[in-house]
């Protein structure tokens, strides 16, 4: 659920039928920040439950559902009927924070702090993910949204940035994003463990990460960075891919 809530960072969130809902989403052709998620790992109950949380989305908004537990092939075969189709499934790694050095980089790590930080996390973002930078979105008001925020600079001028999101005792890492320019140089790998360390000192008991699943022919840099910095795999979740048809 931590990164469930850590969502709100990208549109407004409701529970409808048991499940997590974005039914106003600040980016509605970014389908992978756009999650339906079950509150209860077996969602949906029944055929009835699934149908009242895909009629909360917006029109013309690109979705995915999320499916995990025991219903995985029930559920797929219902959202396959509503012309959803398998999309790549997300691992999910864990790990009990603790203090780690942070790896050597020529890009310079700090915590963003001004208003002027939180525009450039916000220009990374949309920057790195393809999102239309024209739409209005909570991106730069991260931190009274429950994030920190973290930027790699190249000689004064932001080129990566990344985040936490804290949920209880537990942390969520996410919004990853380098401008192309500056990627292959280390700046995610030293986030990365900069923010381990940052979760450590705030004294969280649990941090959450994910990132694609292994597929022949995909690239899994961000998967071989997640090991190295100690996280241990958990679970695949199942995604299933759609737009709300607009009536």
């Known amino acids: 659920m931590s990164s469930v809530c850590s969502y709100r960072l990208t549109g407004r969130l409701e529970e409808v039928a048991g499940a997590i809902v974005p039914v106003r989403p600040d980016f509605p052709e970014a389908g992978f920040l756009n999650r339906i998620v079950g509150v209860e790992p077996d969602w949906p109950e029944s055929e009835d439950q699934l149908d009242e949380a895909l009629s909360a989305i917006s029109p013309g908004t690109h979705f995915y559902v999320a499916v995990e537990g025991d219903s995985t092939d029930r559920t797929g075969e219902w959202l396959e009927q509503r012309g959803l189709s398998p999309g790549l499934g997300w691992m999910g790694f864990r790990q009990d924070p603790s203090p780690v050095s942070i790896p050597s980089t020529e890009l310079t790590i700090r915590e963003a702090e001004s208003a002027a930080d ?130």
Do not use: M
């Open 118 to 247: 939180r525009e450039a996390f916000a220009r990374i973002t949309c920057v790195a993910f393809g999102l239309d930078s024209g739409l209005p979105s909570q991106l730069a008001n991260a931190h009274d949204l429950g994030w920190r925020v973290w930027l790699a600079e190249d000689d004064g001028e932001p080129v990566a940035s990344a985040g936490l999101f804290t949920c209880e005792s537990t942390g969520y890492l996410g919004v990853d994003g380098t401008l192309p320019r500056a990627r292959g140089r280390g700046a995610q790998t030293a986030l990365l463990s900069t923010r381990v360390a940052a979760a450590a000192n705030q004294g969280l008991e649990h941090l959450f990460i994910e990132t694609g699943e292994r597929k022949a022919g995909l690239p899994d840099n961000s998967y071989r960075n997640i090991l190295r910095a100690g996280f241990r795999e958990v679970a695949v979740t199942r995604h299933w891919v759609g737009v709300r048809q607009v009536p």
